[in-house]
């Protein structure tokens, strides 16, 4: 039936060409086909009838092995492609066309029916319906199985779907990158860690993460934790990166190009911090005589030294301290502790902690009280281990406090890498899984780029 309700068709067929209803082709939105009758299947689809454009009949007749006019037609075919959902209606397309026989004797096609952009030749899907698996699995984070059901596929054909997508999107993000200032780079594990198998090779496998500091947007990812995977990542950016944000990594140090400066992340110093006072509980098996219910303190002790100092309950800080001060072993614990609240008050300055740029004479002066802290207390290992660290990384620190980098955002972005690890039950390759989190990653960054775009278009639309 028509627009109008009627049966029949709208407007008369153009020469040449079947009648066809302007409004319902409108509405199915498929280029260049042309919507000839809609009725109702028994199973419940709606059978949408197309038709080649009137505009496209000469070109869907010109051979697509040697480009040649076909003057013979050999019959009539009906092809089923599938496509999305229009509403709550699952559409069951019917497309009449030919079958043309190739005149020239020298092509290998013999035979060819007509095709379309979006539908093309052989296809079993509309693109639109391709795509549309690509953007549910890569932009809306969706498992495979999940999106295959949804559209009614089955799961390969929405994994291939995903990676046509994918490697569109990722090879415009390649070819048009945004320069970057600040980078972080970081590690995450492929697969589930274990010993060792009978060929000496880890079980668990890495992969390095290079990440925009700025639009938090992934640049790279590389096989393994290792300089020479970091140096593969940096290449691409030496020209435009000024600082670069890691943990404690020597290897990823290495790969610094020349020029750009290597930010310490403060996290991980803390972090490192902590350990050392877990490393001195370890060392001096120290216990106080009661448990820490009777001390009144939510938690056991060595858990209590790892909170802000500022963030403790005085009663709890008091009880803390007279627990420690009970013993030189217990004296010992504190002295790390107090070492790691130095770090932390070093990194306090931050313009992200204070909003005002620190004085480069403040960081000295902060960094000058742990040192001497540390040297007072240098008979204990774990100070004096802290301290040797942070010695051979002291203009990263500094640098840390002065710029306010961190390597935050990479971070997040590991945490993305095993959550979409776990929604795609697992990789059978390295490079599934290195599209699937580049895709998770740089979701922000591919919207922002089409945002204009669509503007554009509503704008348009807008017009008188």
Known sequence: MDATGCTGRAQAAPP?????????TMLLGIPDLSVTAVAHDDDGWTAVYVATGHDLQEQARCCPGCGVRATASKEWVTTTPRDIRLGDRQLRLRWRKRRWNCGNDACATKTFTESLPAVPPGARLTARLR??????????LMPAAA????????????????????????????????????????????????????????RSQWFTHLVDLGTGGTLGLAQERTGEAGKDLLKAHESTLRY?????????????????????????????ANRRIDDAFRRLSYRTEHSHEDLGLPRPLHYMLRYNIENLDPEHLAIIISALDGDGD?????????????????????????????????????????????ADHQHIPEIRTLAKTIGQWQ???IDAVLTGYSN?????????????????????????????????????????????QHRRARSVARAP
């Open 131 to 140: 795509r549309r698996l690509g953007e549910a699995v890569g932009d809306e």
């Open 244 to 272: 670069l944000a890691m943990d404690l990594s020597a290897p990823y140090r290495s790969a610094v190009p020349a020029g750009v400066t290597v930010i310490a992340d403060a996290f991980h110093l803390v972090k490192l």
């Open 395 to 397: 203009q990263p620190v």
């Open 330 to 374: 217990g004296q010992q614990i504190a002295a790390v502790w107090i070492a790691k609240e130095h770090i932390r008050a070093l990194f306090a300055l931050r313009i992200t902690k204070t909003h005002v740029s620190p004085a480069p004479s403040q960081v000295r002066d902060k960094l000058a009280s742990f040192y001497a802290w540390c």
């Open 16 to 24: 040449g060409s079947v009648p066809y209803c302007a409004a319902a």
């Open 408 to 452: 935050a955002k990479a971070e997040a972005h590991n945490r993305t890498a095993k959550m979409v690890a776990r929604t795609a039950r697992g990789f059978a390759s390295p490079q599934n899984q290195a599209r699937r989190v580049r895709m998770a990653t740089t979701r922000a960054t591919r919207l922002g780029r089409r945002e204009p």
């Open 147 to 202: 999106a295959a059901r949804r559209y009614g596929v089955c799961d390969r054909t929405a994994a291939l779907a995903f990676t046509a997508y994918a490697d569109e999107q990722l090879a415009d993000l390649d070819e048009h990158p945004d320069p970057v200032e600040a980078a972080g780079i970081d590690e995450f594990r492929r697969g589930i860690p274990g010993p060792a198998g009978s060929d000496g090779q880890p």
